[in-house]
């Protein structure tokens, strides 16, 4: 596919490497905490802009964070550790236990703010799965909704080798 241009307004496409969404190619930074495609990011951006200031939406934006987080893990260094563990920390107490934005919201700033646990946990295969691109091109916020839940249970269970991991940072936050 050609460049977006004034003849071709259609944008060039192609996978994000990470988590393999189909994504316009654009020439923009992204944060150094997660290996994805300027694209890729910007859709996440987009998404993101709606659920929170659109819709109002937090429950699904807690969601919508932490799959990105957990499905485009950066490198090994201190800062991209953390980042990822927190978004983990957020899936588990979503998913697995069942809490909802508040706490999960209360418990990612604790994790900002008090922990110093995390260690690196090798990234499972995340491509194949939902991705923000698939969200992003739901026809509205009910499809959006059921997309956003399916895309984070797919990418929790992905690290469920490292879910006794996770658990067990967890545990010792909320303790």
């Excluded at 090994?76 to 069942?98: E, F, K, M, Q, T």
Aim: hydrophobic share 40%; net charge negative.
């Amino acid at each position: 596919m050609a460049p977006q241009s004034p003849e071709n307004p259609e944008p060039e496409l192609r996978p994000c490497p990470r988590c393999g969404g189909v994504v316009p190619v654009v020439d923009a930074p992204t944060p150094a905490e997660i290996s994805a495609a300027p694209g890729c990011w910007m859709l996440y951006n987009k998404v993101v802009g709606r659920e929170y200031g659109e819709w109002s939406y937090p429950q699904l934006h807690r969601l919508t964070v932490n799959a990105y987080a957990a499905q485009h893990p950066g490198g090994s260094g201190p800062d991209a550790v953390r980042w990822l563990g927190s978004h983990l920390i957020g899936l588990c107490a979503a998913l697995a236990l069942g809490q909802d934005a508040t706490r999960s919201n209360s418990i990612i700033d604790r994790v900002a703010a008090e922990f110093a646990g995390f260690e690196w946990l090798e990234p499972p295969q995340l491509s194949g799965l939902l991705t923000i691109a698939d969200v992003a091109a739901a026809p509205s916020l009910r499809e959006r909704e059921r997309l956003v839940r399916d895309w984070a249970r797919d990418v929790w269970d992905a690290w469920a080798a490292h879910h006794a991991t996770i658990k067990g940072w967890l545990d010792q936050i909320s303790a």
